[in-house]
């Protein structure tokens, strides 16, 4: 199969590896349909987390079609869509049981383990351990692009900006950055009845070819397309 390996800071390479099989009962093989790339990844690149070694095929998201599926797999099937997240889980140890899934103590006391502690996403097939546990289905009427951002970046809005924040009804919240974890932040407050919310970002014009005044101008625009989508 095709897969992007990193090779060290700064390299990486799109090549033929293994076909990615069973390893235990409790794994499925999944058919990736759709991928992204996360800010982690180009940390990685960078030689930032040094967990990561040569040779591993990069990724934790991804929505697909499982192909194969161990003995000991109840819940799926082969021919099933599904979401694989960025957090893999036993659902069984302390800290699953603690609703902390990011800390499972079965997979190595940390949940990231596709493209950093076992192959990831960024693959024509990728298994997928604790299947059972750790996998979603994906209803027909979501699409794979849109399942793909439940898979880290979504939730990471959300957890890390929402629910850490404390947001409540009423409030005005200002969220720092406007990448996609950041706007995916401010999808979400409105789940916890935020009043107003204020996205503090850069805006970078070339005065050379652009009017600063009508760039400022098309960002206010969007944030309003942004609003009345969020409010429809």
């Known amino acids: 199969m095709k897969a992007l390996v990193y090779h060290g800071p700064g390299k990486k390479s799109w090549e033929d590896v293994p076909d ?9 093989v999944v058919r990736v349909d759709t991928t992204t790339i996360c800010g982690t ?7 930032d987390v040094a967990a990561v070694t040569d040779g591993r095929i990069l990724g934790h998201e991804a929505v697909g079609t499982i192909t194969e599926v161990g003995d000991a797999v109840k819940g799926f099937q082969v021919g099933d869509r599904v979401l694989v997240p960025a957090i893999t889980k036993c659902g069984r140890c302390e800290y699953c049981q603690r609703g902390m899934p990011s800390h499972c103590q079965t997979v190595g006391g940390i949940g990231w383990i596709f493209g950093h502690l076992i192959d990831g996403t960024q693959a024509e097939f990728v298994r997928v351990p604790y299947a059972d546990t750790s996998l979603y289905a994906v209803p027909e009427s979501v ?7 439940l898979a880290d970046s979504l939730p990471t809005g959300y957890e890390m900006g929402v629910l850490a924040g404390k947001v409540r009804p009423g409030d005005t919240v200002a969220v720092v950055g406007a990448g996609a974890v950041g706007l995916s932040a401010i999808l979400t407050t409105g789940l ?10 850069e805006i970078i014009v070339n005065t050379l ?15 309003e397309a942004f609003h009345l989508a969020r409010t429809t």
């Open 209 to 223: 070819t652009h009017d600063p005044t009508d760039r400022v101008l098309s960002y206010q625009l969007l944030a």
């Open 20 to 28: 990615a099989t069973i390893q235990e009962p409790t794994d499925v």
């Open 192 to 201: 916890w009845g935020a009043s107003k919310i204020i996205a503090v970002d």
């Open 41 to 47: 990844d180009l940390h990685i690149l960078q030689g």
């Open 143 to 149: 699409t794979n692009e849109q399942a793909i951002f």
